[in-house]
């Protein structure tokens, strides 16, 4: 027999032997933090949200607060981020406007990396996201750049391609790429190429809090040994990977030395002025320096200007983050990056022509200017057999033969009843569509998001396109559905339900 879940699980709690764990750093806190830091790790960990500006309404805070009575508590760090104490209202998992990709859950923490890259609005950037999946900093850099350019999303794990293609289709990402390769072979297949390069490297987790993508256990010495070699091995990519001038942020949500100040201080080692390190904490309202020394030894001067994020300084997980410039060129062998060309997978760009003519009918029926978004984002379409994507352009510039995961977005499909949008870019763009659109009441929308078909709104005979935007009362898009004779059938993704 299923076990009936509760409406409201308990709060997120440290697992016995958080303390234990604490106790190994000790001896680089005060008397004082320590113990400060012992408090906090018997208190609960509130959940964090960063909104989606490339959908999320102005007022979407306010709506959040008088829907379900959320107590929204801005993080300083991070203009869109937000704790939220969830009191008597939902969680924050549970919601519409979570499902909808109007925001992302986010341990708190997590948020800095992307916020400290120096991004210069109008300028088309290169970005690289080295060890992307799940997505959550993905959508975070996409957000700031206004998605524009091109980020492109990598990840070596063939099991977490799957996590981060569905975190950027619910954002409704269109200028990015996904990619799988090993983060270490980007520095000799595309030296100085990029303009800024994140790197959330994999580590060993110990932030000393405990979330569902972060749970907090022991690790033998030779686990972090062979973790700390990795990351310099990837960091050391990143840099070579990076046009000089660029940025590279260095993060993980472990506090052991050998992964976080040790990996930075050998960088600094091996590349010896090439590269130099910014004043992270000017992000932060009050300081939360690195580690200067380490059991006597003295670490790279500059240190102190990355972050270590003790969970007591901002009541968020552990975090060390480094940002990172590049001044000077550097030298590495090179080999040629893996090739496949886009039509071997059946990707065939349409002409500007064909694209004229597509545009301008999609205009009519949905009474959005495709060609103007187009021209806006430097995006073109591509055609897949009867499918419609729009890709970045500055992907075909750069990367038109490196073999991809994912690119763009979808934009829909031809049928036997017309295009039908999909639901990824309906629910990016589906606000601006002004023809074919359909609003639900709170009692339809209700029975929607369940799955459920509505009795018949609107006739194909008054309009010959069969599908329609769907929104709620409140004008958030829900996605599309298709009119029959008897009926709104709900095209919501399974998934969503």
């Known amino acids: 027999m299923k076990r009936k879940q509760s409406k409201h699980p308990p709060p997120l709690v440290q697992p016995p032997g958080a303390r234990e764990l604490a106790s190994a750093y000790q001896l680089l806190l005060s008397e004082q933090e320590y113990a400060q830091l012992l408090l906090e790790l018997d208190q609960p960990l509130l959940s964090a949200i960063r909104l989606n500006p490339l959908k999320a309404p102005p007022d979407l805070t306010l709506r959040l607060k008088n829907k379900y009575g959320w107590l929204l508590e801005p993080i300083s760090f991070c203009p869109q981020g937000y704790k939220v104490k969830v009191g008597d209202g939902i969680e924050v998992s549970a919601a519409l406007e979570h499902r909808l990709g109007l925001y992302y859950i986010q341990e708190a923490a997590s948020m800095l990396p992307a916020e400290l890259f120096n991004f210069h609005p109008g300028r088309e950037e290169l970005v690289l996201d080295m060890a992307a999946s799940p997505g959550g900093k993905t959508t975070h850099i996409l957000s700031r750049l206004r998605d524009h350019g091109l980020v492109l999303a990598n990840d070596s794990s063939q099991g977490r391609i799957q996590a981060l293609r569905i975190v950027l289709q619910q954002w409704g990402a269109v200028n990015t790429a996904i990619t799988r390769f090993p983060g270490e072979r980007f520095g000799?297949?595309?030296?100085?190429?990029?303009d800024k390069v994140l790197l959330d490297a994999p580590c060993s987790m110990q932030g000393l809090r405990t979330a569902d993508s972060h749970t907090s256990r022991p690790v033998t010495d030779k686990e972090s040994l062979q973790l700390s070699r990795r990351q310099l091995a990837l960091l050391t990519s990143a840099v070579r990977a990076l046009r000089v001038g660029g940025e590279v942020v260095y993060s993980t949500c472990t506090l052991l030395p050998r992964e976080d100040e040790l990996v930075v201080d050998a960088l600094m080692r091996?590349?010896?002025?090439?590269?130099e390190i910014l004043n992270a904490q000017a992000i932060l309202p009050a300081p939360a320096p690195a580690l200067a020394s380490l059991e006597g030894a003295a670490l790279h001067p500059d240190l102190i200007r990355?972050?270590?994020?003790?969970?007591?300084?901002?009541?968020?997980?552990?975090?060390?983050?480094?940002?990172?410039?590049?001044?000077?060129?550097t030298q590495a062998p090179t080999s040629p990056p893996p090739s496949r060309p886009m039509d071997q997978a059946g990707f065939q760009p349409m002409t500007a022509r064909d694209q004229r003519a597509f545009c301008a009918e999609f205009e009519d029926t949905y009474g959005f200017d495709l060609g103007v978004d187009l021209e806006q984002y430097r995006r073109t379409m591509v055609r897949r057999y009867e499918e419609i994507h729009l890709f970045p352009a500055l992907l075909l510039d750069e990367f038109p033969d490196l073999p991809l995961q994912s690119a763009g977005i979808l934009l829909g499909q031809d049928t036997p009843d017309g295009f039908l949008p999909s639901h990824q870019w309906i629910s990016r763009y589906g606000i601006q569509c002004t023809h074919n659109r359909v609003q639900?009441?709170?009692?339809?929308t209700a029975q929607w998001a369940?799955?459920?078909?509505?009795?018949?709104?609107?006739?194909?005979v008054k309009s010959p396109q069969a599908y329609r935007v769907v929104s709620n009362p409140e004008g958030l898009v829900l996605g599309c559905g298709k009119v029959t004779n008897t009926a709104l059938k709900n095209l919501l993704p399974r998934r969503l339900l």
């Open 188 to 194: 000799e297949w595309y030296p100085e190429m990029f």
């Open 306 to 329: 990355a972050i270590r994020l003790w969970p007591h300084r901002y009541h968020t997980a552990g975090f060390f983050v480094c940002h990172l410039r590049k001044n000077e060129r």
């Open 440 to 444: 639900l009441d709170e009692l339809e």
């Open 450 to 460: 369940s799955g459920a078909d509505l009795s018949s709104r609107g006739s194909p």
């Open 270 to 275: 091996e590349f010896n002025g090439t590269i």
